[in-house]
T-cell receptor, first 108, second 117 residues
Framework: GQSLEQPSEVTAVEGAIVQINCTYQ??????LSWYQQHDGGAPTFLSY????GLEETGRFSSFLSRSDSYGYLLLQELQMKDSASYFC?????????FGKGTRLSVIA | DAGVTQSPTHLIKTRGQQVTLRCSPK?????VSWYQQALGQGPQFIFQ???????QRGNFPDRFSGHQFPNYSSELNVNALLLGDSALYLC????????????????FGPGTRLTVT
């Protein structure tokens, strides 16, 4: 089977940096994705890592270590609009298995 | 360019009834997946359609069935509704290359909020 673990809640101050970790167990692994979902909205794609290392897209970066079955999403220069739920998702033998999500609250 | 569209946006049904949800994929996408998202949880994979066939299926009972049409749009049908079927139903699309599904960046629709009473 496949399972993912990520913290349920994180709170950070506007302008700061926050890291959301994700560990996974999967049968077959193609890559690790991150999605953002605002309340009442649809998940939107943030990043995808198929190989070890860091991928950077603007204020967001994502890291993967395949040997450790671990990844993280790094959000820099936090803004109030970044308050949302963040999901890691594994692409393996089943298309996109999602974690339960991390609710990020950005405070002033 | 229209993204993924879903209809209806909200639906209220009674236990035991049947429901059909509809999805049109993003232009150029040929693969459609359906997810169920309960409140406070991550989306759970129901099934995926490609070339009008169910390609993969998650851990959902046979009450959940689907269809993909030649224009790549898709329907999700749920029979004998239970209270526990109340959730947000998300459709997502992605493209493929030479029959291989591109393994990243699914585009999600806004979802259909189903309430079963």
């Amino acid at each position: 089977g496949q399972s993912l673990e990520q913290p349920s809640e994180v709170t950070a101050v506007e302008g700061a940096i926050v890291q959301i970790n994700c560990t996974y167990q999967t049968s077959g692994f193609y890559g690790l994705s991150w999605y953002q979902q605002h309340d009442g909205g649809a998940p939107t794609f943030l990043s995808y890592n198929a190989l070890d290392g860091l991928e950077e897209t603007g204020r967001f970066s994502s890291f993967l270590s395949r040997s450790d079955s671990y990844g993280y999403l790094l959000l820099q220069e936090l803004q109030m609009k970044d308050s949302a739920s963040y999901f890691c998702a594994v692409e393996g033998n089943t298309p996109l298995v999602f974690g339960k999500g991390t609710r990020l609250s950005v405070i002033a | 360019d229209a993204g993924v569209t879903q209809s209806p946006t909200h639906l209220i049904k009674t236990r035991g009834q049947q429901v059909t949800l509809r999805c049109s994929p993003k232009s150029g996408h040929d693969t459609v997946s359906w997810y169920q998202q309960a409140l406070g949880q991550g989306p759970q994979f129901i099934f995926q359609y490609y070339e009008e066939e169910e390609r993969q299926r998650g851990n959902f009972p046979d009450r959940f069935s689907g269809h993909q049409f030649p224009n790549y749009s898709s329907e999700l049908n749920v029979n004998a509704l239970l209270l526990g079927d109340s959730a947000l139903y998300l459709c997502a699309s992605r493209g493929s290359s030479r029959g291989l599904i591109v393994p990243y960046e699914q585009y999600f629709g806004p979802g259909t909020r189903l309430t079963v009473t």
